[in-house]
């Protein structure tokens, strides 16, 4: 994907010790996209994506780069803001929007958890940075700008407080951690496949065309490719049930299938592994 980088008053590529990150900014249809994520030896770690349209910020990066973050919120300020979901590489700067004057809109559900924020494990620390406290308050159906109306969709599945944002007039639609990719080979422990699916379902039968997704940004064809997302899912599901009929383990299904457990399942303790999506496959 060719990025059209809108301002250069951050660095693509800033080395601080012997880690590499990106902060990049780039225009999409009057959406300012900014990209950033830390890099080890040259390999991008989990980026994410936030998003700035008609004062309104949709996401809040990763506290990994607040610092930066605040620097391009003091020349752009939004003045309101909404988070999809409250998990740290989404809501973890809650504390700046507060010191922006901003109490950030998200799902009720996710009012306690950003107020008081759990101890992450190290590897997400290490990739998002840890989140802060702060205040946040309930969404409502509808979020207004001075020239958007965006619906208010509720999407659980890959966590139960998640919300997408829904532009029927644009075409957009801002889907949080609900895409990230067609094709995927890992799933958190905690996350609820049956209620991924019903959500891509559901989200594919909306009319938009481009889609907003928090770590690999926009993309066009949006339902064409949460329909693909969908189609993936069902298959693999197919073929793990088939597999275990015939007697195979879950070890072995899962090596099968999506080949060995690898440095994710590793770092992150089996929080985030093949194993948990193929038992999540097989319990659907
Ligand atoms: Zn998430």
């Known amino acids: 994907m ?7 008053t951050y660095s693509k590529f800033s080395v601080k ?17 900014i990209k950033m994520g830390r890099t080890v030896l040259g390999r991008a770690l989990r980026a994410t994506c936030c998003f700035l349209v008609d004062g309104l910020a949709v996401e809040g990066g990763s506290p990994y780069f607040k610092t930066k973050l605040n620097t391009f919120y003091q020349e752009n300020k939004p003045h309101q803001a909404v988070f999809t979901h409250g998990h740290e590489d989404h809501a973890g700067n809650v504390d700046l929007f507060n010191k922006l004057g901003i ?5 009720q ?7 008081s924020p759990p101890v992450i494990p190290y590897y997400r620390r290490f990739v998002w940075g840890a989140p802060a406290a702060g205040q946040s308050q309930a969404i409502g159906d509808i979020i207004e700008t001075a020239k958007h109306t965006f619906h208010v969709v509720d999407t659980p599945g890959h966590s139960e407080d998640h919300l997408c944002l829904y532009d029927e007039k644009e075409g957009w639609l ?3 951690d609900l895409y990230v990719g067609e094709r995927i080979f890992y799933l958190y422990k905690n996350e609820n496949l049956p209620k991924i699916k019903e959500t891509l379902k559901k989200l594919s039968a909306l009319d938009f065309s481009t889609l907003f997704c928090s770590h690999r940004g926009p993309l066009q064809k949006g339902p064409e490719a949460l329909t693909r997302k969908l189609l993936h899912l069902e298959a693999l599901e197919e073929e793990a049930k088939a597999l275990q009929l ?5 070890p072995h299904i899962t090596k099968k299938l999506l080949g060995k457990e690898d440095y994710m399942c590793f770092i992150s303790k089996g929080e985030f592994s093949k194993t948990a999506l193929v038992t999540a496959l097989l319990s659907t």
């Open 174 to 176: 801002f889907t949080g």
């Open 103 to 107: 109490t950030p809109y998200v799902h």
């Open 17 to 33: 010790k012997d880690v590499v990150y990106i902060f990049q900014l780039f225009d999409r249809q009057g959406v300012t996209c």
């Open 109 to 115: 559900s996710a009012i306690n958890y950003l107020s």
């Open 246 to 250: 015939k007697g195979h383990s879950i």
């Open 2 to 8: 060719a990025y059209v980088i809108i301002s250069f």
